[in-house]
C-alpha cells in the first residue's frame, strides 16, 4: 500500500462524515485513512431496507438516527464509542480486496495486545465476538475505492443489539441485502487504555508502524462547501435514507397487498393509498 494521508474528522454528525466520505471518493485524489466517531445512529447498507434492519418505534416522541452510507453491506451501530475508518484510495485493479484494507488495521490492534481474527465475511474478531464490520464501494469511473469499518472500543451495546432489529417483523419480500448478526463486543474488554480518543490516538501510533503516513490533519467536514451541499441534498433526505430502499412487497396485517417503490405506495387495491410513504401505511 502507498503512503497514506490520516484525516480526523472533527464531526460526531453522521450525515456530515458520510458525505464526507463520498466527497473523499469523488473530489480528491489523494490516498487517506480517515478516522471519525459519530454520535448514536444505525447506519444501514446501500442497498438495504431499513424497516426490517432498524427498530424504527417512537420513544420518547423519537426515533433512532438513520443513514444510509454509500457502500453495501449490513446494518451498524454508530456512538461515540466506536471509531470508523475508512480507506479512500486511487485504484485501478484489484478494486474489491477487502483484506488489504483490514489487514493493517488487525495488525495495530495486535501490535496493541488485543489478539484477533479476520473471519472469512472480512469481520474482525476477538474472543469469538464481533468487534469490526467492514464494507466497500467501488467508483471504477475515478478509480477511487473506499473501504470502511467500525472498531468497537466502548459502545453502548445493549442500545446497539436493540436498535438493529426491528420490534415487528414486518411481511415484506424483497432482494434487499439482509445482515447477518454476529454476537459483538467491546475492544476496551481486553485493552483499556481510557476514553475512545487515546484509543484512537493508540491505534494511529501502532498503525504508523505499518503504513507510511504522510500526515495527520484534523477535519471539519461542515466547512466545506461541497460536503455541505452533500448533507442536506443527498444524506440527511428521507429520499436517500428511506425512499432509496429496493422494490418490496409488503402484506398487511388485514391482508392488503402493497408494492412499495421508493419507500412509497406504487400499486394498491385503494387507490387512495397510492403515493403515500410506506410507515403512514403502516399506522
Given at each position: 500500500?502507498?503512503?497514506?494521508?490520516?484525516h480526523?474528522?472533527?464531526?460526531?454528525d453522521?450525515?456530515?462524515?458520510?458525505?464526507?466520505?463520498?466527497?473523499?471518493?469523488?473530489q480528491c485524489y489523494d490516498?487517506?485513512l480517515?478516522f471519525y466517531?459519530n454520535s448514536?445512529s444505525?447506519?444501514?447498507g446501500?442497498?438495504?431496507n431499513?424497516?426490517?434492519?432498524?427498530?424504527?418505534a417512537l420513544?420518547?416522541g423519537?426515533?433512532?438516527?438513520?443513514?444510509r452510507r454509500?457502500?453495501g453491506?449490513?446494518?451498524?451501530?454508530?456512538?461515540l464509542g466506536n471509531i470508523?475508518?475508512?480507506?479512500?484510495?486511487n485504484?485501478n485493479h484489484?478494486?474489491?480486496?477487502f483484506k488489504?484494507h483490514?489487514?493493517?488495521?488487525s495488525a495495530?490492534?495486535?501490535?496493541?495486545g488485543?489478539?484477533?481474527i479476520i473471519?472469512?465475511?472480512?469481520?474482525?474478531f476477538?474472543?469469538?465476538?464481533k468487534?469490526?464490520?467492514?464494507?466497500?464501494?467501488v467508483n471504477?469511473k475515478?478509480g477511487?475505492?473506499l473501504?470502511?469499518g467500525t472498531l468497537l472500543?466502548d459502545?453502548?451495546?445493549?442500545?446497539?443489539?436493540?436498535s438493529?432489529?426491528p420490534q415487528?417483523?414486518?411481511a415484506?419480500?424483497t432482494?434487499a441485502?439482509?445482515?447477518?448478526?454476529s454476537p459483538?463486543m467491546?475492544m476496551?474488554e481486553v485493552?483499556?487504555c481510557?476514553?475512545?480518543?487515546?484509543?484512537l490516538d493508540?491505534?494511529?501510533?501502532q498503525l504508523?508502524t505499518?503504513?507510511?503516513v504522510?500526515q495527520?490533519?484534523y477535519?471539519?467536514?461542515i466547512?466545506?462547501?461541497?460536503?455541505?451541499?452533500l448533507?442536506?441534498?443527498?444524506y440527511?433526505t428521507?429520499?436517500?435514507?428511506?425512499?432509496?430502499?429496493?422494490q418490496?412487497?409488503?402484506?398487511?396485517d388485514?391482508?392488503?397487498i402493497?408494492?412499495i417503490r421508493k419507500?412509497?405506495?406504487?400499486?394498491?387495491?385503494?387507490s387512495?393509498?397510492i403515493?403515500r410513504?410506506?410507515?403512514s401505511?403502516?399506522?
Amino acid at each position: 500500500m502507498k503512503q497514506v494521508k490520516i484525516h480526523i474528522s472533527t464531526s460526531h454528525d453522521v450525515y456530515a462524515n458520510l458525505a464526507l466520505e463520498e466527497y473523499l471518493v469523488t473530489q480528491c485524489y489523494d490516498d487517506i485513512l480517515l478516522f471519525y466517531s459519530n454520535s448514536p445512529s444505525v447506519v444501514i447498507g446501500k442497498h438495504q431496507n431499513p424497516w426490517k434492519e432498524v427498530d424504527l418505534a417512537l420513544r420518547n416522541g423519537k426515533q433512532h438516527t438513520v443513514a444510509r452510507r454509500l457502500s453495501g453491506g449490513g446494518t451498524v451501530y454508530h456512538d461515540l464509542g466506536n471509531i470508523n475508518f475508512s480507506f479512500i484510495r486511487n485504484k485501478n485493479h484489484d478494486f474489491v480486496n477487502f483484506k488489504e484494507h483490514i489487514i493493517p488495521i488487525s495488525a495495530a490492534l495486535e501490535k496493541l495486545g488485543i489478539s484477533n481474527i479476520i473471519s472469512p465475511r472480512n469481520d474482525i474478531f476477538v474472543n469469538d465476538h464481533k468487534v469490526s464490520g467492514n464494507a466497500e464501494h467501488v467508483n471504477s469511473k475515478l478509480g477511487r475505492i473506499l473501504h470502511h469499518g467500525t472498531l468497537l472500543y466502548d459502545s453502548d451495546l445493549i442500545r446497539l443489539n436493540g436498535s438493529i432489529r426491528p420490534q415487528k417483523n414486518y411481511a415484506i419480500k424483497t432482494h434487499a441485502v439482509d445482515s447477518v448478526r454476529s454476537p459483538v463486543m467491546n475492544m476496551r474488554e481486553v485493552y483499556d487504555c481510557g476514553e475512545t480518543s487515546l484509543f484512537l490516538d493508540a491505534l494511529i501510533n501502532q498503525l504508523k508502524t505499518i503504513l507510511i503516513v504522510d500526515q495527520i490533519e484534523y477535519i471539519n467536514p461542515i466547512t466545506l462547501t461541497n460536503v455541505s451541499n452533500l448533507i442536506t441534498e443527498k444524506y440527511e433526505t428521507w429520499d436517500w435514507n428511506f425512499g432509496h430502499t429496493p422494490q418490496f412487497e409488503f402484506t398487511h396485517d388485514n391482508g392488503n397487498i402493497f408494492k412499495i417503490r421508493k419507500g412509497r405506495v406504487l400499486e394498491s387495491a385503494d387507490s387512495s393509498l397510492i403515493g403515500r410513504t410506506f410507515e403512514s401505511i403502516l399506522l
